[in-house]
T-cell receptor, first 115, second 117 residues
């Protein structure tokens, strides 16, 4: 009964490859996010989707393309992987409540290593 | 632009000591939310607390307590009688309305807490 799940947990791949990370939430939330955590543990938002619609798109190379087939899923596809893409990628979900109350719940993270 | 500063990069304490993790934020919004998350060595991000900008009451949950002071834009986190299992990276985060219905979380750089036996 995991709330926010991500697959795979670990991903090791060669430079230039294309890979995808999947995220699913069973919390019934409307909004989902992708964050990147670099080697210094710094967390930064990449994308956000609300009801399958892209609403936040930070300055991220267009090699990164999020896709939301339904509001419970938000996948991240990365083309032409580069060494600098090595990081931990976190998916999160949230539901805005009364008065704008919202808490983001995070998945376990996907550790991507590009060789 | 919003900003969260956690000036303490690393803290080491001996078990049973009390420890306070500092968080200072900057925002132009009058309505915002502050959060603390814990990232243990296993790597997941665990939500600890949310506090809205209109509620300056301090909160206590077991050995954890939070001190929100709007006048100094601080939201500090204290662990009383620390335990080895408290060893983790702790992140303070600020949420402002971005656009649409999403509130963008801005994280501090984290404080690595090590509790020694």
């Amino acid at each position: 009964d995991t709330a926010v799940s991500q697959t795979p947990k670990y991903l090791v791949t060669q430079m230039g490859n294309d890979k995808s990370i999947k995220c699913e939430q069973n919390l019934g939330h409307d909004t989902m996010y992708w964050y990147k955590q670099d080697s210094k543990k710094f967390l930064k938002i990449m994308f956000s989707y609300n009801n399958k619609e892209l609403i936040i798109n930070e300055t991220v190379p267009n090699r990164f393309s999020p896709k939301s087939p339904d509001k419970a899923h938000l996948n991240l596809h990365i083309n032409s992987l580069e060494l600098g893409d090595s990081a931990v990628y976190f998916c999160a979900s949230s539901q805005v409540g009364l008065g704008g109350k919202e808490t983001q719940y995070f998945g376990p993270g996907t550790r991507l290593l590009v060789l | 632009a919003q900003k969260v500063t956690q000036a303490q990069t690393e803290i080491s304490v001996v078990e049973k000591e009390d420890v306070t993790l500092d968080c200072v934020y900057e925002t132009r919004d009058t309505t915002y939310y502050l959060f603390w998350y814990k990232q243990p060595p296993s790597g997941e991000l665990v939500f600890l607390i949310r506090r809205n900008s209109f509620d300056e009451q301090n909160e206590i949950s077991g050995r954890y307590s939070w001190n929100f002071q709007k006048s100094t834009s601080s939201f500090n986190f204290t662990i009383t009688a620390s335990q080895v299992v408290d060893s983790a990276v702790y992140f303070c985060a600020l949420s402002e309305l971005s656009w649409g219905s999403a509130r963008q979380l801005t994280f501090g750089s984290g404080t690595q807490l090590t509790v020694l036996p």
